[in-house]
């Protein structure tokens, strides 16, 4: 008999302004953990529009990188119809928001050179909300 | 006693050409709320290779920037391999047409600032189908 | 009464190095054949921080097309931070390695033109794997 089930999980944290990584990987596999769902995915979904999730190494060179890659992908001091943060839209529609994750035999199957990172794409510090949702059996 | 079970609904539509913005939020919100299901995720597809599926703050002024936006990353008017439509082809590859959305007593957790738009990137007006698939329980 | 489930399937394969393209889409509708789940989402994840996974027409003069633009949007001789690959990371953060595919009635619903490709994105042959997971009843 079927015992598929689904947990959601709100998880607010504060960011430090525009282009500020938050390491999530940790917080996402306590909740799995938690959750005792051992075989599913889980869904990682931020309700802004403003902010970005990423699946990447965090290393700190590599994350360098990023931030000039967000620059030249969508320039902040570029004339834009959209007042004041016209660029972290553009950014956070390129890079959405959410990523679902594979989850077998209660662990995230994360690769060695993965983590899951929020990226602050708004212009100035904000609070933050993360919903968590672990599905499975 | 797991009650999870999945709802398919297809949603046809047409566009009126290159960069036509079709806002599906209501309607995906009217397919959760006919399911039933309160807890869960939806996940909305398009089976085409041309079409674009964005979340984003449907206002005027960004619609503007976002157009250009995907001139400048896949120019239409530049030399392709591929006849007629490579361009379109690109951004849809770039913003595939395709979102995972969370659902939780029966509300689909959009931001504020968020609503989800198809947005047609083929060379001329289309029919349109879009996949909801609400699963839950 | 709910029979809801989930199969996890490993699927393993080697490329030939930079721009390299694996068609996974009959493998991909095998696993879901054999899985006898008729109705869900199949998720296809490869935990690797330098491949992508992408939904495109498979059409040789288009996928020469998609290495330009991937040369294109993170080249390859630019000075990075990050040692060695940056470009490859870059990439696979902007087409992350993922897709959420819709099951109806057996089938995975791809569209004409749409078909699922790997593309090894590092600088060198690798062993990939790809995770297939089918969940539905």
Chains 1, 2, 3 share one sequence.
């Not at 320039?75 to 959410?98: E, G, T, V, W």
Request: contains cysteine; aromatic residues 8%.
């Amino acid at each position: 008999m079927s015992n598929f089930r689904i947990v959601n999980k709100f998880c607010k944290f504060n960011t430090r302004g525009e282009i500020d990584f938050i390491d999530l990987s940790d917080k996402i596999q306590k909740e799995v953990t938690d959750s005792e769902i051992r075989n599913g995915i889980v869904h990682v979904f931020s309700p802004h529009s403003t902010g970005i999730i990423v699946l990447t190494e965090n290393d700190d060179s590599l994350l360098e990188d990023i931030k000039v890659f967000l620059e030249e992908l969508a320039p902040k001091d570029r004339q834009y119809q959209h007042p004041s943060n016209a660029h972290s839209h553009l950014r956070s529609m390129i890079f959405p928001p959410a990523k679902t994750l594979p989850l077998v035999n209660g662990m995230i199957e994360f690769g060695t050179w993965q983590s899951l990172l929020f990226v602050e794409t708004d212009v100035y510090p904000r609070e933050r909300t993360v919903i968590i949702q672990v599905m499975g059996e």
